[in-house]
């Protein structure tokens, strides 16, 4: 907790272009990790921007200018994470599997996914409980998850989870609608976002940070966990998993502070709908053949 607050508050400084201060609790490795989102932010927006000549123009001009501001928000959003949980796992093991059960979960959904496409990703941190979805398509868990849940099949569960919320555009639509330090909404500062504008940093900055903490409506639960129950049986896991999962999570959060169950309620209402849906698709029980 006091880690991800310091490391909110060196990226803000840094946003707003002062030095941090000495003898505080803002450590070397999270200074140089805030320099690097600003800069990669900076590489990013400068990168999208080559070859194209000032910003203005309409039509599929405009529409391809959208999707690149689009595209590098989704960016920064990845980079927020990144920072907030120390950066990628440096385990080979654990990085190459959640990729593989990453890759069932595309594989197993892919007519559902409209062409996007999914990068997995497990990070340092090995306290934190969480998971999220980055708009561009990138899907994050902790280190400290993965600890604490039982196997990869329950990995599997939350990833799916957080691709749905990706291909809902739940995380874009909360954005989009969020105030903005710079007037108007998310919207507004993503379309028109200049990375050399302080104002415009320290704005982005504070809606990054709204994003890590704002949570997820029962209804975006709800759906996010209709994806997720047919992705992991195209993956051939088992949707029980889901239901594992977030009990485990549950149950875990009667006697800790766990961050997931922050922005992704988790009630025994929730739980009821999915033991519902797995016994509507499968009246006479779950396959053996799918991976439980
Ligand atoms: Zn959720």
């Known amino acids: 907790m006091a880690d991800s607050r310091a490391a909110r508050e060196a990226a803000a400084k840094f946003a707003n272009g002062n030095a941090p201060p000495g003898g505080s609790r803002v450590s070397g490795v999270l200074v140089v990790g805030a320099l690097i989102v600003i800069g990669a932010a900076v590489l990013i927006y400068y990168s999208s921007r080559g070859g194209r000549g000032g910003t203005g123009g309409g039509g599929s001009d405009g529409g391809q200018l959208a999707a690149e501001k689009a595209a590098a928000f989704g960016q920064l959003v990845s980079d927020r994470i990144r920072a907030q949980y120390g950066g990628a796992h440096p385990n080979r093991i654990a990085a190459r599997t959640i990729d593989e059960v990453g890759g069932r979960l ?34 994050f868990m902790t280190g400290g998850m993965l600890k604490n849940i039982t196997n990869w099949r329950d990995a ?9 919320h990706i291909l809902a555009g739940h995380v874009q639509e909360a954005m ?34 709204t994003f890590m903490k704002t949570p ?20 051939r896991y088992s949707p ?8 485990l999570l549950l149950e875990m959060r009667k006697t800790q502070m766990i961050a997931y169950p922050g922005r992704h309620p988790i009630d025994e209402e929730r739980l009821k709908r999915i033991e519902a849906a797995i016994a509507e698709k499968y009246p006479d029980g779950v396959p053996e053949e799918l991976d439980f």
């Open 106 to 139: 595309v594989e197993g959904s892919r007519e559902k996914l409209g062409g996007r496409t999914f990068e997995f990703e497990m990070l340092l941190n090995g306290d934190a409980l969480d998971a999220y979805g980055s708009p561009n398509g990138d899907v």
């Open 156 to 164: 599997a569960a939350l990833l799916a989870h957080e691709m749905g």
């Open 176 to 209: 989009n609608a969020a105030p903005v330090a710079t007037g108007g909404r998310g919207a507004d500062l993503i379309a028109n976002y200049d990375p050399l504008n302080a104002a415009h940093v320290t704005a982005m900055t504070n809606l990054l940070n």
């Open 216 to 235: 997820f409506t029962p209804a975006q639960e709800a759906e996010a966990d209709r994806f997720a129950l047919e992705a992991l049986t195209g993956g």
């Open 240 to 247: 029980q998993a889901l239901h594992r999962v977030l009990a």
